[in-house]
């Protein structure tokens, strides 16, 4: 996700061209969220796939809309085969 928050084209390979238009619509602080818990999960020593998985079911106090795009990101890395 990194420099994705800014630029959502860096990652639409990744996580497919519907999630990309979901992330691109998307607040910053919504993306901002988003990277945060993703971010956060990884530094707790959680794999990556598995935090694509688990991250909108974060106990974080985030907001819907964030839980809406990680839920996305998981949809669309799914149905792309994984990373």
Request: aromatic share 2%; charged share 35%; net charge neutral.
């Amino acid at each position: 996700m990194d420099g994705g928050v800014l630029n959502p084209d860096l990652n639409a390979e990744v996580i497919g061209s519907e999630t990309s238009k979901v992330w691109t619509k998307s607040r910053l602080r919504d993306r901002i969220e988003a990277v945060i818990v993703h971010e956060h999960l990884e530094a707790r020593g959680i794999p990556h796939d598995e935090v694509v998985e688990r991250a909108a079911d974060t106990d974080l106090p985030i907001g819907e809309n964030a839980r809406r795009i990680l839920r996305r990101i998981a949809e669309g890395i799914r149905r792309r085969g994984g990373r």
